[in-house]
C-alpha cells in the first residue's frame, strides 16, 4: 500500500507542508516550554531575590546576630522574683522584647512585625491561642525559648539569662488576653529549682559578624601571604 495509490502528488504535496505547519508550531511552543518560560522565571526569581536582601546580609534580621555583651555572673535568684510577674522584671521583659522579638512578632505581638513577612511558618500571633506549638503556659514558652522551634525561625534563646527568658514568657502572656491554661506544678517546681539552686555566668559575646571581622583580621595579619591580591 502506497500514499501515491490514495492520493494525487498535488495533495501529497498539500499534505507534506500541512504537516510541516504543525512541526513548526510544535517547535515554537517547545521553544517556549522550555526555553523562554524557565528563563523568565529564572530572571524574576533572581531580580526578587536582589530586591528582598537575604537573611544575614543585613545584619539585623539575623538571628545569629545578637548586640555585644558583656560577662555577667548571676546569683542563684529567689523563684518569687521571677515565677510570677512584677513591675521590674515585666520592664525588663517588654525591653527585651522591643529588641529582639517585635522585628518578628510585632510590637503588639500580632505576628506582624516586618521581619515575619517572608517566613514560613508565620511567626505566631500572641493575642490568638490558635496554633500554638508547645502551648501558652509559662512553662510551655519558657520551652519555646530555651529550645527554639525546630524547622522554623523561631531560634533558641537560651543565651539570654534565665531570668530573662522568665520575663519574656510573662511578656508573651501579656500579649494575649485568653487563658493560658493552669501549669503543672510539677513543670513549675523544677522551673523554681532552676532559679534557685545553680546560679549562672552569661560569658562575653560580641556579634558573629563582628567576631568573623577579628578572625579575619587577625588571620591576615599572622599569614600575610594568605591575603588576597585584590586586598593586599
Ligand atoms: C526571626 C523571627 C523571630 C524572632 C526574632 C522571634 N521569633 Fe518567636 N517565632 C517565630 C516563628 C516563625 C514562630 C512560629 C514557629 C512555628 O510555628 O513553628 C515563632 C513562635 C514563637 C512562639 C510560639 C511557640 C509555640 O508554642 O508555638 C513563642 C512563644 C515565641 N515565638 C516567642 C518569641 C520571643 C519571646 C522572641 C524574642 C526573644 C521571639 N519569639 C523572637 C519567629 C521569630
Given at each position: 500500500?502506497k500514499l501515491?495509490?490514495?492520493?494525487t502528488?498535488?495533495?501529497?504535496?498539500r499534505?507534506?507542508?500541512?504537516?510541516?505547519?504543525?512541526?513548526?508550531?510544535?517547535?515554537?511552543?517547545a521553544?517556549?516550554g522550555f526555553?523562554?518560560?524557565?528563563?523568565?522565571?529564572?530572571?524574576?526569581?533572581?531580580?526578587?531575590?536582589?530586591?528582598?536582601?537575604?537573611?544575614?546580609?543585613?545584619g539585623?534580621?539575623?538571628?545569629?546576630?545578637?548586640?555585644?555583651?558583656a560577662r555577667?555572673?548571676?546569683p542563684?535568684?529567689?523563684p518569687?522574683?521571677v515565677?510570677?510577674?512584677?513591675p521590674?522584671?515585666?520592664?525588663?521583659?517588654?525591653?527585651?522584647?522591643?529588641?529582639?522579638?517585635?522585628?518578628?512578632?510585632?510590637?503588639?505581638?500580632?505576628?506582624?512585625?516586618p521581619?515575619?513577612?517572608?517566613?514560613t511558618?508565620?511567626?505566631?500571633n500572641?493575642?490568638?491561642k490558635?496554633a500554638?506549638?508547645?502551648?501558652?503556659r509559662?512553662?510551655d514558652?519558657?520551652k519555646?525559648l530555651?529550645?527554639?522551634?525546630?524547622?522554623?525561625?523561631?531560634?533558641?534563646?537560651?543565651?539570654?539569662?534565665?531570668?530573662?527568658?522568665?520575663a519574656?514568657?510573662?511578656?508573651?502572656q501579656?500579649?494575649g488576653?485568653y487563658?493560658?491554661?493552669a501549669s503543672?506544678?510539677?513543670?513549675?517546681a523544677?522551673?523554681?529549682?532552676?532559679?534557685?539552686?545553680?546560679?549562672?555566668?552569661?560569658?562575653?559575646?560580641?556579634?558573629?559578624?563582628?567576631?568573623?571581622?577579628v578572625?579575619?583580621?587577625?588571620?591576615a595579619e599572622?599569614?600575610p601571604?594568605?591575603?588576597?591580591?585584590?586586598?593586599?
Amino acid at each position: 500500500m502506497k500514499l501515491n495509490d490514495y492520493l494525487t502528488p498535488d495533495e501529497l504535496k498539500r499534505l507534506a507542508s500541512a504537516l510541516l505547519v504543525v512541526l513548526g508550531f510544535i517547535s515554537i511552543a517547545a521553544f517556549f516550554g522550555f526555553t523562554v518560560v524557565p528563563g523568565l522565571r529564572y530572571q524574576a526569581h533572581t531580580t526578587d531575590s536582589s530586591v528582598q536582601a537575604v537573611q544575614g546580609e543585613t545584619g539585623w534580621l539575623d538571628p545569629t546576630d545578637y548586640p555585644a555583651m558583656a560577662r555577667e555572673v548571676i546569683p542563684p535568684i529567689d523563684p518569687k522574683t521571677v515565677m510570677t510577674p512584677n513591675p521590674a522584671l515585666m520592664a525588663k521583659g517588654k525591653a527585651l522584647y522591643a529588641q529582639s522579638c517585635a522585628t518578628c512578632h510585632g510590637p503588639d505581638g500580632k505576628g506582624d512585625g516586618p521581619g515575619g513577612t517572608g517566613l514560613t511558618p508565620k511567626p505566631r500571633n500572641f493575642t490568638d491561642k490558635v496554633a500554638w506549638k508547645n502551648g501558652t503556659r509559662l512553662e510551655d514558652i519558657y520551652k519555646t525559648l530555651e529550645e527554639g522551634i525546630k524547622g522554623s525561625s523561631m531560634v533558641s534563646y537560651n543565651y539570654l539569662a534565665k531570668r530573662d527568658r522568665m520575663a519574656l514568657a510573662h511578656v508573651v502572656q501579656s500579649l494575649g488576653a485568653y487563658d493560658h491554661g493552669a501549669s503543672d506544678p510539677k513543670n513549675l517546681a523544677t522551673l523554681e529549682k532552676l532559679f534557685a539552686s545553680a546560679g549562672e555566668v552569661i560569658p562575653n559575646r560580641i556579634p558573629v559578624s563582628r567576631a568573623v571581622e577579628v578572625l579575619s583580621r587577625e588571620y591576615a595579619e599572622a599569614h600575610p601571604r594568605a591575603t588576597p591580591a585584590n586586598e593586599r
